[in-house]
């Protein structure tokens, strides 16, 4: 199955649904960041949270960035993704893993630890919004939810989930984002909550098959009015470039050029998000410096 996001209204437009499947995305950095399994399901939750995220972005060149740190072993979460669900992200450190947790599924609270969550909006205003909360499970869904309800205070329901099979490799990934508009009423809060109670786990509907639109179909199993009207693919998409990188060097000065400059084999710059590396030789370096002399 595509990697995609389906999204609706429900209980005649008082409720938004975007339901993702990502598994094919989230296997993808699975293996150009060479993560264990505990890393990948981490990043994997933080890139479905930021695609589903992504459909509330007006704008072609609005972006959303999402940034985790907590004092356990991951050290930290990236994820970027545009208005079209163009994700990219990597963990400060994608070579550990812990044992599971009590229920026999991948500790990611451990692995998080206790820290803050932060969310940048950019849509092209002046200064982007930035939104911060405290972590509060680290379990990336929970967090998430919070995030909206304190940071924007808009009541949202995240479920995210990333199945690992054998060999590492992400045999399930996605995830739902439910959220109640100002009209919505008890009733559908109510009705709400009961359905997503009843649900299966994310990754085990995207195992058995299930598209985004039955997920949203099971989440208002009781409502005849929901609108499904339209679908957004999802793909892992890094922008880096050798221009870029250049204009990476040229931010850090003419001395720090300098010393850079002075080892003959040159600079060798790695994207953080897809892991291409950038050789900038000896004289690419000094003609660099020559352009921050001219600036």
């Known amino acids: ?3 995609y996001i389906a999204k609706a209204m429900a209980f005649s437009g008082q409720v938004r649904i975007y339901a993702a499947v990502t598994t094919h ?19 994997g939750r933080v890139l479905t949270g930021a695609a589903l995220m992504s459909q509330t972005l007006k704008g ?6 999402i940034q985790i740190r907590g004092d356990g072993p991951i050290g930290g979460i990236i994820a970027v993704t545009d208005a079209k669900a163009g994700v990219r992200g990597y963990v400060h450190n994608p070579n550990f893993d812990v044992p599971l947790n009590e229920m026999g599924k991948f500790d990611i609270a451990s692995a998080v630890g206790s820290g803050y969550l932060n969310v940048i909006k950019d849509i092209g ?8 909360v405290d972590l ?17 205070q808009t009541p949202t329901v995240m479920n995210l989930g990333v199945l690992i099979g054998a060999g590492g490799r992400v045999e399930a990934a996605g995830g739902y984002f439910v959220q109640l508009l100002p009209d919505a009423g008890e009733d559908v809060i109510e009705r709400i909550e009961k359905s997503i109670g009843q649900l299966q786990p994310i990754t085990t509907l995207i195992h058995q098959g299930k598209t985004p639109e039955d997920i949203i179909r099971l989440i208002v199993s009781e409502d005849d009015s929901v609108e499904i009207y339209d679908n957004c693919e999802v793909h892992y998409d890094c922008y880096c470039s050798r221009e870029r990188m250049e204009r990476n060097l040229l931010s850090l000065g003419r001395k720090d050029l300098l010393e ?31 352009v921050a002399q001219r600036d």
């Open 25 to 43: 995305t989230v296997d993808y950095a699975r293996t150009i960041h060479d993560m264990n399994p505990t890393p990948s399901v981490a990043l």
């Open 1 to 3: 199955m595509q990697d």
């Open 60 to 65: 072609e060149d609005h972006s959303i960035t």
């Open 125 to 132: 205003m002046k200064e982007p919004y930035v939104g911060y």
């Open 136 to 152: 509060v499970s680290g379990e990336i869904a929970e967090d998430l939810t919070y995030y909206y309800a304190y940071s924007e």
């Open 260 to 290: 850079i400059a002075e080892d003959e084999k040159g600079a060798e710059l790695q994207c953080h998000f897809c892991n291409k590396k950038y050789h900038f030789t000896q004289s690419e370096l000094l003609n660099l410096i020559n």
